[in-house]
């Protein structure tokens, strides 16, 4: 059974940084793209990030570019987003998900998913 889990969220302070991973098992984990995504309360979820294969080539959304940084460790299955300059704005839960697409930002390019993480920006 594939199992993504997310973990790191919590509530942090405006201009604050936060590290957030995601431990994948139950698939061929260098096989899949990887990407973020996150959806704030009354929005529709959106990307925020994805990482190639070998985790060579990375994608940002221009809200979160120059702030987040996309990574992977393939050894250990494991995806992460360091979050820093962080504004209420990223207020949102976050997931992690799969994909066979390097760079897709579209969501229903993405296989399986996480039950998501709660990051909460105070201002």
């Known amino acids: 059974q594939v199992q993504l889990v997310e973990s790191g969220g919590e509530l942090v302070q405006a201009g604050g940084s936060l590290r957030l991973s995601c431990a994948a098992s139950g698939l061929t984990f260098s096989g899949y793209a990887m990407g973020w995504f996150r959806q704030a309360p009354g929005k529709e979820r959106e990307f925020v990030s994805a990482?190639?294969?070998?985790?060579?080539?990375?994608r940002y959304a221009d809200s979160v570019k120059g702030r987040f940084t996309i990574s992977r460790d393939n050894a250990k299955n494991t995806v992460s987003l360091q979050m820093n300059s962080l504004k209420p704005e990223d207020t949102a839960v976050y997931y992690c998900?799969?994909?066979?697409?390097?760079?897709?930002?579209?969501?229903?390019?993405?296989?399986?998913w996480g039950q998501g993480t709660q990051v909460t920006v105070s201002s």
């Open positions: 990482i190639s294969q070998g985790g060579g080539s990375t």
């Open positions: 998900a799969t994909s066979t697409y390097y760079g897709t930002s579209a969501s229903y390019q993405y296989d399986y």
